[in-house]
């Protein structure tokens, strides 16, 4: 491939699949798949990977499919290298030595090929009439998928984590991240509307447990203290209310940016479910979502974190929310490699801010895969399907208040809330 680094280094290629989706808006193309990066290589040679053929096609091998090759960068502005279009039926075809080398075209000028050195397809044996069957098609029964595992009755639950650490700024001057806008949402309430909103449809009993970090009480910093009056507030609306009542508990905003505590509680809590599930002959999985401000401050205890978490029915979502220069956070990315499994996402919320629907489209997307490789990595199929009745979810977003707060900011970014008040205080009428 054509080099894009200059003169002195090379690039680090990796691939992404794309399927083409027919919407309201027109045609569109939606990630499927990202594969891993080949450091310093032209010529690189990426990993054999199985795609479900329900998500990048549809089960239509004739659907368009979309390649693209691009130049990793640590900042997350990935340069372009060049694109092919295909279909599944192309790349089966492509498997013969005389038709395997596919050009890379870039603005319509050759980059490159993409050597096609293995495709098949395996298709499930009860779908074979209904589809078309490439000649180097082999046959076995189909993979167990995330729509499987809920409808056998696998219990999700989502838990939230907020960051109150003080360099969010004064929560009572307009334009930083925790202003309560009488008007409108801020980005924490919008991250936490769209994303829970979506989750909320399959958690299974609509309770979110919301911790924060990152604040100061009684003169100690707590990394993982409850949010609100209750335990697990209930709805998108408990959620929304228990994250404004922080404001009015007498804490202090203060550093540095630690999710290890409350990755591990979360690990904690998904393994006692899916340990009660399995005692009453059921399966559980839990989502922890957290919205932070900032790269965290020790990578390295985050990774063991990590590490810890990796055997839990657990996936974690990391949503970064303002202006900072999240590229720190790409060590992320090497989770995969270290702990044999996906687990986690980072999405930069300013990317999607004025798009509620791309927004968790790039922050779930992963999440169904990594139900699922947990569970089948332990042998554990789907249970048979249970019929359960359909309830019409309804998510009341309640009028935001404006909150009148004491609050000083010293010169160290620690916010100062006065008041007094303990968190039981805040929910007296």
């Known amino acids: 491939m054509k080099n894009v680094e200059g003169v002195f280094r090379k690039s680090d290629p990796f691939y992404e699949v794309y399927r083409n989706v027919d919407s309201a808006g027109g045609d569109t193309w939606e990630l499927q798949f990202r594969s891993e990066v080949v450091k310093d290589n032209l010529n690189p040679i990426w990993d054999a990977q199985t795609l479900d053929l329900s998500r990048l096609c549809g089960g239509d091998l004739d659907l368009p499919i979309r390649i693209k090759v691009f130049d990793y960068e640590r900042s997350g502005d990935h340069v372009p290298m060049g694109m092919i279009e295909t279909t599944v039926s192309k790349l089966v075809e492509a498997h013969d030595e005389d038709n395997r080398n596919m050009t890379l075209l870039k603005e ?8 096609v050195e293995v495709s098949e397809v395996a298709l499930p044996s009860h779908r074979n009439a209904a589809l078309p069957r490439p000649a180097s098609a082999v046959t076995y029964e189909r993979k167990p998928s995330f729509v499987d595992y809920i409808n056998g009755g696998c219990k999700l639950s989502v838990a939230v984590a907020i960051d109150y650490t003080g360099s969010n700024g004064n929560p009572m001057e307009p334009g930083t ?78 550093k540095p940016t630690d999710f290890t505590q409350v990755i591990d509680v979360a690990v904690a809590r998904s393994q ?60 992320l990315d090497d989770a995969p490699e270290k702990f044999g499994r996906d687990m986690v996402q980072f999405v930069e919320f300013n990317k999607y801010s004025e798009n509620s629907s791309a927004l968790t489209s790039h922050t779930l997307h992963e999440i169904p895969k990594q139900l699922v490789s947990y569970f089948q990595n332990r042998g554990i199929d789907p249970l048979p399907p249970v019929k359960v009745e359909e309830e019409e979810i309804m998510v009341d977003l309640e009028e935001e208040e404006e909150i009148d707060l004491s609050l000083n900011v010293d010169e160290e970014e620690i916010v100062v809330l006065g008041g007094g008040f303990s968190l039981r205080d805040a929910f007296v009428p």
Not at 108 to 115: F, P, S, Y
Not at 195 to 212: A, C, M, N, R
Not at 316 to 331: A, H, L, N, R
Request: net charge negative.
């Open 108 to 115: 319509g000028d050759k980059v490159g090929e993409i050597i």
């Open 272 to 331: 006692a479910r899916q340990d009660q599930a399995e005692e009453n002959g059921e399966q559980a999985y839990t989502i922890l979502l957290i919205i932070s401000d900032g790269a965290v401050a020790d990578p390295d205890a985050t990774m063991e974190a990590l590490a810890r978490a990796s055997g839990a029915p657990l996936s974690i979502v990391i949503v970064g929310v303002g202006d900072e220069d999240f590229s720190d956070m790409q060590f």
């Open 177 to 254: 991240l925790h202003y309560l806008n009488p008007s409108g949402l801020n980005d924490y309430q919008k991250a936490i509307s769209a994303i829970v909103g979506i989750l909320s449809e399959y958690d299974d009993d609509q309770k979110f447990p919301t911790y924060g970090f990152g604040a100061k009480y009684d003169g100690v910093v707590n990394h993982c203290f409850q949010c609100g009056s209750e335990p697990e507030p209930e709805g998108v609306a408990g959620v929304l209310e228990a994250y404004r009542s922080v404001f009015s508990s007498g804490l202090i905003m203060s």
